[in-house]
T-cell receptor, first 115, second 113 residues
Framework: GESVGLHLPTLSVQEGDNSIINCAYS??????FIWYKQESGKGPQFIIDIRSNMDKRQGQRVTVLLNKTVKHLSLQIAATQPGDSAVYFC??????????????FGKGTHLIIQP | EAQVTQNPRYLITVTGKKLTVTCSQN?????MSWYRQDPGLGLRQIYYSMNVEVTDKGDVPEGYKVSRKEKRNFPLILESPSPNQTSLYFC????????????FGPGTRLLVL
C-alpha cells in the first residue's frame, strides 16, 4: 500500500497553546482521511475525519485541514490540555475498487504538553 | 456501551505454544480486522474479515490465522508463536468496510520467549 507519514515524531507544546500536527500522504487518489489519538496503554481512538471533497472540518477543539494539491493533512488542537498528551496518527484510504481494502496508517507523532 | 473488547490484555508465552487472542464487538459491525503495532513501523494489518466466513490476508499474515464464525467475534490464532511475533495487537471493527472509520479495542501485549 501507499505510505502515509508524519513530518515530526515528537511535538512539545505549552499547555493552553494551539497544537498543529502534520501528515503527508502519497497517493493522490486517497479520498478519505482520519485522525486517531492513542493514549498510553490504550487503543487508537477516532478524533475526526474528512473526505477529499472538503478542505476543512471542525470538531470540538479540533480542526482538520486537507490540502490535496500538496497531499498534506493537518490536525489543529486548540487550547491544548494535559489530556491531549498522546500519539496522534493519520490514516487514509482509497475509493472502493482503487486498490487495497483498508486504511493506511502513518507512524504517529507524540504530542507532549508542557505545564 | 459500544465497544471492541480483547482478551487477554497481556500475555507471556514460549515459542511454539499455540495461543488465541479473542476479539468481540457489540456494534453489529460487518468488518473486523487485526493489526500489530511495533515501534517505528506503526500499525500493520494482519488479517481482515468483511463478514461471517469471509477472511482475507492483510499486509503481514505470516504466522497467524483467523476465523469468523460469528459476526461479533474474530479471534486471532498463533499456531506456533515465535519471538518475532512479540508485539502489541489491536482488533478493530467498522460498519461495513475497511475504507471507513475503524474502532479499536484496548490492545493485547504479547511477549514470546
Amino acid at each position: 500500500g501507499e505510505s502515509v507519514g508524519l513530518h515530526l515524531p515528537t511535538l512539545s507544546v505549552q499547555e493552553g497553546d494551539n497544537s498543529i500536527i502534520n501528515c503527508a500522504y502519497s497517493n493522490s487518489a486517497s479520498d478519505y482521511f482520519i485522525w486517531y489519538k492513542q493514549e498510553s496503554g490504550k487503543g487508537p481512538q477516532f478524533i475526526i475525519d474528512i473526505r477529499s471533497n472538503m478542505d476543512k472540518r471542525q470538531g470540538q477543539r479540533v480542526t482538520v485541514l486537507l490540502n490535496k494539491t500538496v497531499k498534506h493533512l493537518s490536525l489543529q488542537i486548540a487550547a491544548t490540555q494535559p489530556g491531549d498528551s498522546a500519539v496522534y496518527f493519520c490514516a487514509d484510504t482509497l475509493p472502493s475498487g482503487g486498490g487495497a481494502d483498508g486504511l493506511t496508517f502513518g507512524k504517529g507523532t507524540h504530542l507532549i504538553i508542557q505545564p | 456501551e459500544a465497544q471492541v473488547t480483547q482478551n487477554p490484555r497481556y500475555l507471556i508465552t514460549v515459542t511454539g505454544k499455540k495461543l488465541t487472542v479473542t476479539c468481540s464487538q457489540n456494534m453489529n459491525h460487518e468488518y473486523m480486522s487485526w493489526y500489530r503495532q511495533d515501534p517505528g513501523l506503526g500499525l500493520r494489518q494482519i488479517y481482515y474479515s468483511m463478514n461471517v466466513e469471509v477472511t482475507d490476508k492483510g499486509d503481514v499474515p505470516e504466522g497467524y490465522k483467523v476465523s469468523r464464525k460469528e459476526k461479533r467475534n474474530f479471534p486471532l490464532i498463533l499456531e506456533s508463536p515465535s519471538p518475532n511475533q512479540t508485539s502489541l495487537y489491536f482488533c478493530a471493527s467498522s460498519a461495513s468496510s475497511g475504507r471507513e472509520t475503524q474502532y479499536f479495542g484496548p490492545g493485547t501485549r504479547l511477549l514470546v520467549l
